[in-house]
């Protein structure tokens, strides 16, 4: 089956998803974390993009993105990736490839899935049995959000700024919103739409997007379409 065109639209927000190699570790030690954070600091300031949300696992990364421009995505993952892999190998004494073949993306509905999307990351750790509650995972964007710790990696998002005028009071309905659970139709609905490359949203935004991109923005309906018949009965 050919791959689907990337979505490139400027401004519009992204869920991505890189994976390590056979489900492989990309990162071993603190120190992997911290400079794959400076790596990734440095590509979007140069490649014009704003990371909202992320999460660095064991061995994958979430981020939620929005290019200022069409190949700022993509630009930034080509970078971070040769610039890290260096890094890594040379630590690790290791060769070849380090990522699993191309990055997985969808665009979000910023007014329905931003805060749900970003939600969604930073819950990964929980998700994962690794921690409690995201507060306690020290490589995501949650203690950010939550509790006003700075993190140069981070750019609000309109949406997370809407939450209040403070940052006390931002922070406080953004912790509000994990006391309830992401329902798991939801959760598959953000896989789905990530790993396969569609959009995420309502009908109106699926519509929009797909004249905007230029390809479709959902699956086609399951099943042949019905026959029409001619005539009279």
Not at 99 to 128: F, H, M, Q
Not at 185 to 202: H, P, S, Y
Request: proline share 4%; hydrophobic share 35%.
């Amino acid at each position: 089956m050919a791959r689907l065109p990337r979505y490139n639209l400027p401004g519009q927000p992204q869920h991505v998803i890189l994976r390590g190699n056979n489900r492989s570790n990309i990162f071993v030690s603190d120190a992997d974390y911290r400079y794959y954070k400076a790596c990734l600091k440095d590509a979007v300031e140069r490649h014009g993009c704003a990371i909202h949300a992320y999460v660095l696992m064991a061995n994958h990364v979430h981020l939620l993105v929005t290019p200022e421009r069409e190949d700022g995505i993509g630009k930034v993952i080509q970078s971070v990736g040769r610039r890290y892999v260096q890094y890594f190998n040379y630590l690790q004494k290791r060769t070849g490839t380090l990522w699993e073949g191309r990055y997985k993306s969808t665009l979000i509905d910023s007014e329905k899935y931003l805060l749900t999307c970003s939600r969604y990351i930073e819950l990964n750790p929980v998700r994962a049995q690794m921690v409690a509650h995201p507060r306690q995972y020290p490589w995501s964007s949650y203690r950010s959000h939550a509790e006003g710790k700075e993190d140069n990696l981070v750019t609000d998002h309109a949406r997370y700024l809407a939450l209040g005028k403070k940052s006390e009071t931002r922070q406080l309905a953004y912790r509000a919103l994990f006391k309830a659970h992401i329902d798991e139709r939801t959760l598959q609905d953000i896989r789905n739409a990530t790993n396969k490359g569609w959009a995420l949203g309502n009908a109106r935004f699926l519509e929009e997007i797909t004249a905007a991109a230029n390809r479709r923005a959902m699956p086609l309906p399951k099943g042949r379409p019905k026959q029409q018949i001619s005539g009279a009965i």
